[in-house]
């Protein structure tokens, strides 16, 4: 490590002792490799944090048991199977969570490989497509050709069963090929690669990628990684993927297992709807969990942590005055806002007001879950609501110790990959640091 004014730079892996209020400064090239580089996802972590928890709290000790309540696309859990324990990632989304098992499940490679011969048989021989998205809008998202070629390759999925038979490897293997055609969609579609709304830009011109060469390209990225990962990773490890909300009952999500470490990113205020991110696979992909449609999509968003899509009347009746959190900083913060923005006040100082509350249940849920001197590695973001600036990070540190945690330890990295982090700092202005919070249960 070397050390400038203000930032540690960090080459290779994150020294396991990090001086208090520190920023390290990390230059990884883990992002993409493994199984991790599979599906895009917003506000994924770096490998490398899992990484240093797993390895500072588990001493090297094999099979222990790794949670994230907010697993996302599995960044915690491929680390956690990788390093030889068993892991549990719990979120409200059906595709992260099919990303997450995708990315940590070993597959029959011989197997793998008979399907893929045969799918790109019937890729280069198909004539006619197999599946229609529920979408009437389709041919705003794609050209006629991307949806007849991606209509082909669906139904051929789809058609896996009936040829290979139901058991649980062929499964597995369509779960891997579903998961790669997902991670051609937004590519070979109308919609701006980067951002993280889905949108067609009118200024931007997009030159969607081919369907079937994308699809193969992906498909031999896919093969190559899951077999380095089926041949290293220890096949009797558990790994349990739940579709739940970590603001409720956890009792319920975890039942008696015990959890050796914590680690995990929770969602951030107003930044991110998760859905709209998603939209355009979920057209392709979407019937699997019921969300093929935006009206089913749209039923879905009062589901996630800090979306900002509800109905007036869920706010109508919200002051911060009569509603306080009892955080040092945050009643004021929230006021502010409640004052400020003639607007969309009320709503922005509601949705931020509800985050944080949620964010407390989740605290009292994994507090009940978590042994005594078991750490949870937390990483959270400051963000901007309507203008006014959330130290989010110092507000969850407050709620997270009258909860029953001690904070150990609390750092700072640059976030040097911009994919879809959004702004969260109002117009402009990207939040360049994420922090680390060290909790350990008391
Ligand atoms: C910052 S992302 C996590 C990204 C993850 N660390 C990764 O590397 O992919 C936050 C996640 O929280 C999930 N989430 C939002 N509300 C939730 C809730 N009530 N319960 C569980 N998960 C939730 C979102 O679906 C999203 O996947």
């Known amino acids: 490590m070397s050390k400038s004014l203000h930032c540690t730079f960090v080459k290779g892996a994150i020294p396991a002792e990090i001086e208090r209020e520190s920023i390290l400064n990390i230059s990884t090239r883990n992002v993409t490799t493994q199984t991790h580089g599979f599906h895009k996802y917003p506000a994924k972590f770096i490998p490398d944090i899992p990484r240093w928890a797993i390895e500072k709290y588990l001493n090297g000790e094999k099979g222990q048991t790794i949670l994230d309540p907010f697993c996302g696309s599995g960044t915690t859990l491929v680390e956690g199977v990788l390093a030889g324990h068993n892991v549990i990632g719990i979120d409200v989304d059906p595709l992260s969570l099919w990303i997450s098992k995708v990315k940590t499940t070993r597959l029959d490679m011989a197997h793998l490989v008979g399907i893929s011969a045969w799918l790109i048989k019937g890729i280069k021989t198909g004539t006619k497509g197999g599946f229609k998205p529920e979408c009437e809008t389709v041919g705003h998202w794609f050209s006629a050709d991307a949806i007849a070629k991606l209509s082909i390759l669906r139904g051929l999925i789809n058609e896996i069963p009936d040829k290979f038979g139901t058991n649980r490897k062929t499964k597995d293997i369509q779960d891997l090929l579903m998961i790669c055609f997902s991670s051609i969609i937004r590519r070979v579609s109308n919609a701006d690669n980067e951002s993280q709304k889905t949108y067609v830009s009118h200024t931007k011109t997009k030159q969607p990628e081919q369907v079937n060469g994308l699809f193969l390209s992906q498909l031999e990225m896919f093969t190559r990684r899951i077999a380095h990962f089926s041949a290293s990773v220890n096949p ?9 909300s970590s603001a409720a009952s956890l009792e319920k999500s975890l039942g008696r297992e015990k959890i050796d470490l914590a680690i995990t990113s929770p969602p951030y205020i107003k930044a991110i709807d998760y859905i709209y991110n998603q939209m355009v696979e979920l057209f ?41 959190l009892g955080i040092d900083g945050l009643d004021e913060k929230l006021q502010q806002v409640f004052d400020t923005d003639q607007k969309n006040g009320h709503r922005h100082s509601y949705v931020a007001f509800k985050c944080f509350s949620d964010m407390e249940k989740h605290f009292y849920q994994i507090k009940k879950c978590l042994q005594k001197e078991t750490h949870y590695v937390v990483v959270v973001g400051d963000s901007s609501v309507s203008g006014v600036y959330f130290e989010t990070a110092d507000f969850i540190m407050q709620i997270a110790q009258r909860n029953g945690f001690t904070n150990i330890n609390q750092w700072g990295y640059k976030i040097k990959n911009r994919y879809m982090r959004f702004d969260r700092k109002g117009r402009g202005g990207i939040i360049k640091i994420d922090r680390v919070l060290d909790f350990e249960k008391k």
Do not use: C, H
């Open 284 to 324: 392709w992909v979407g019937d699997w969990f019921e969300m093929q449609t935006q009206e089913k999509q749209n039923s879905q968003k009062g589901k996630y942590i800090g979306n900002k899509s509800m109905g007036k009347s869920e706010f109508a009746d919200y002051t911060p005055y009569e509603n306080p």
């Open 236 to 244: 009797k490890l558990r790994k349990k993927y739940v579709l739940s």
